[in-house]
């Protein structure tokens, strides 16, 4: 009896076996099940504190999860009705997720068809920072973390009362506080 071919089958599944060394996962944190990463990495990250910071890219960049990185500092966007809070209506305070500042109060989100989390006011005025941004061709205004800088999203003027505006936001920039 021929055991060549057996013998040959074994030696190709234990060459197949060698080459699946995993390859080491990111350093950086990823997102848990409630879609929010684990901020004890993140020195910085409060929700009482409001004093600046002025922390260097490189230094967020090795602590922030890769997604909220990119839409924080490289001013990325997500894809509409795809991110965790569009449709959401939890009752508590939403504050950035790069930093902890708290940003807006739940009463002032509302249902909006954009897909994306909207309010009509943030949670105090300094809590946010407005920039003209005409990129792309539109007249926009964006608006960036008033304690980190970094970006959230827009603010158009087509919400509803009582201020007529729309704050139109990632969730990824979003963390949900729910109330205690
Ligand atoms: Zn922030």
Known sequence: MN???????????????????????????TMDNNNQYDHSTNP?????????????LAEWKKILPEDLYYIAFEKGTERAFTGKYWDFDGIGTYACAVCGNVLFRADSKFASSCGWPSFFQPERKDAIHYHADNAFGMIRTETTCGRCGAHLGHVFDDGPKPTGQRYCINSVSLDFIGKK
């Open 3 to 29: 055991t060549f071919p057996l013998l040959l089958a074994s030696a190709l599944m234990l060459s197949a076996c060698g080459t699946s060394n995993g390859q080491s996962a990111s350093k950086n944190p």
């Open 44 to 56: 910085y990250y409060s929700h009482t504190d409001t004093a600046k910071l002025d922390v260097p």
